[in-house]
């Protein structure tokens, strides 16, 4: 049984950082490309990093040079650094695997359970 668990989520300042994980079982984490994708209230989940089996890595652009992704397959765990956060980053973020990279929801098979992440102004 695939599980992905995030963590990380909580209240930040604007101008402030926070770093999600999300942790992995029931799959060969390695051969997968990892995304993470946000969802703010009344609005569509979106598409925000994605971390591929060679590295390969992409940025929506509301997010690009101020949020990092990363995996440590060792841990089974993809990461994501978010600095300098803004009020509009504020949403429910999760993690999700797929056996290809990809920036569609659709393109995902397996999802946790989300985090939340609250920005104050």
């Known amino acids: 049984q695939v599980q992905l668990v995030e963590s990380g989520g909580g209240l930040v300042q604007a101008g402030g950082s926070l770093r999600l994980s999300c942790e992995c079982s029931?799959?060969?984490?390695?051969?997968?490309?990892m995304g993470w994708f946000r969802q703010a209230p009344g609005k569509e989940r979106e598409f925000v990093a994605a971390?591929?089996?060679?590295?390969?890595?992409y940025y929506s652009d509301s997010v690009k040079g101020r949020f990092t992704i990363s995996r440590e397959n060792a841990k089974n765990t993809v990461y994501l650094q978010m600095n300098s956060l803004k009020p509009e980053d504020t949403a429910v973020y999760y993690c999700?695997?797929?056996?290809?990279?990809?920036?569609?929801?659709?393109?995902?098979?397996?999802w946790g359970q989300g985090t939340q992440v609250t920005v104050s102004s």
């Open positions: 999700a695997a797929s056996l290809q990279i990809g920036t569609r929801t659709y393109e995902y098979d397996s």
């Open positions: 029931g799959l060969t984490f390695s051969a997968y490309a």
């Open positions: 971390n591929g089996r060679s590295s390969t890595t």
